[in-house]
C-alpha cells in the first residue's frame, strides 16, 4: 500500500496505490493520519491506483469523513474503479460519501 498526500488546487488530496486490506490498514491510517489535521481545505482521496479496500479501510475512510466534518470540511472520493465502487455500495458507504 503507498500513500502520498499533496496539496493541489488548495485542496489536501490523498493518492492510495495497492490494496487496503486488514494487513495493510495499521499503515495507512498512520500515513493518512494528516488528513485528520486539516481544517478550511477540502479532502479528496484519490483512489485511481486503489486496487481492494477492506473493512478496514473503509472504517480508515469514515474517520477521516468524521473528523473533516467535524471541522466544516468535506471529504470527496475520486476515481473509484468498479470493484471498489461496488464494496461501497454493498456496504452503503456509497450514501456517506461523495464518489466523484
Not at 486539516?38 to 479532502?43: A, F, L, M, S, T
Request: aromatic fraction near 6%.
Amino acid at each position: 500500500m503507498k500513500t502520498i498526500i499533496r496539496e493541489q488546487d488548495g485542496n489536501i488530496v490523498a493518492i492510495l496505490e495497492g490494496s487496503l486490506d486488514t494487513a495493510a490498514a495499521p499503515e495507512a491510517e498512520k500515513a493518512l493520519s494528516p488528513l485528520n489535521d486539516v481544517e478550511g481545505k477540502d479532502i479528496i482521496i484519490d483512489c485511481t491506483g486503489l486496487e481492494y479496500i477492506s473493512s478496514a479501510g473503509l472504517r480508515i475512510f469514515l474517520g477521516i469523513l468524521q473528523n473533516a466534518q467535524e471541522k466544516g470540511g468535506h471529504v470527496y472520493i475520486k476515481n473509484v474503479n468498479d470493484k471498489v465502487r461496488t464494496i461501497f455500495a454493498i456496504t452503503g458507504f456509497s450514501n456517506i460519501f461523495e464518489l466523484v
